[in-house]
């Protein structure tokens, strides 16, 4: 792609690095800016800078949170002994949107994935077994999407905590194999919460 302006081409090129975003739709997108009143630009760069400076995670489950306690975790009236881990807040905000569910999450951060270089020491792993050690929790649910990584997180956190006194379930598998659960709709995805199985059953099958 040539361009006629060096700031344009620097503005693309940040652009095209976001995830699904080729230079075509940089340009595109860059090209709107420009049309638009500054005060567009402004407002969306400072809103990106201002959540990248100033972000926080839950210090309990590590969610997103603008405060040291995620909305989820300090409300009294969810039941914290009962966790469904995780991956991201995609999977928060897909299970929140149920409404089928009144436990804690516990966000590990990723999945185990030596392809990507992402080994357990990299992810919200040691802090959820510290909970479990602690018998903060009756009940670990696994709900990562079921593709290898998933199967691979899960069972290595399995392994470090089955010996404690935890009931671990894992989400019924309405969804397909594969499946990532924010594509999954709401009612499967609600269902498949509240008829989660023992997680043994979902190792020998
Ligand atoms: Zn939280």
Known sequence: ME????LLENAVN???????????????????????????????????????ETINFCTNCHNISD??????????????????????????MAIENTSQYRGHYHVLGGKISPMDGVGPSDLNITSLVEKV????????????????????????IYRQIENFNVVTTTIARGISVG???????????GRSILHRIPFETSLKS
């Open 133 to 156: 050690k602690d018998g903060k929790i009756n009940e670990i649910i696994f709900a990562l999407s079921s593709t290898m990584e998933g199967d691979t997180t899960n069972f290595y």
């Open 67 to 92: 405060s040291q306690l995620c909305e989820i975790c300090a409300n009294p009236r969810r039941d914290s002994q009962i966790v469904c881990v995780v991956e991201d807040i995609r999977d928060v």
């Open 179 to 189: 499946d990532e659960l924010e594509y999954a709709d709401e009612v499967t995805l």
């Open 3 to 6: 361009f006629s302006s060096k």
């Open 14 to 52: 940040e652009m095209s690095q976001l995830p699904g975003i080729g230079k075509r739709t940089a340009l595109r997108l860059v090209l709107h800016l420009l049309k638009r009143p500054e005060e567009q630009t402004q407002k969306l760069s400072s809103s990106l800078l201002k959540m990248r």
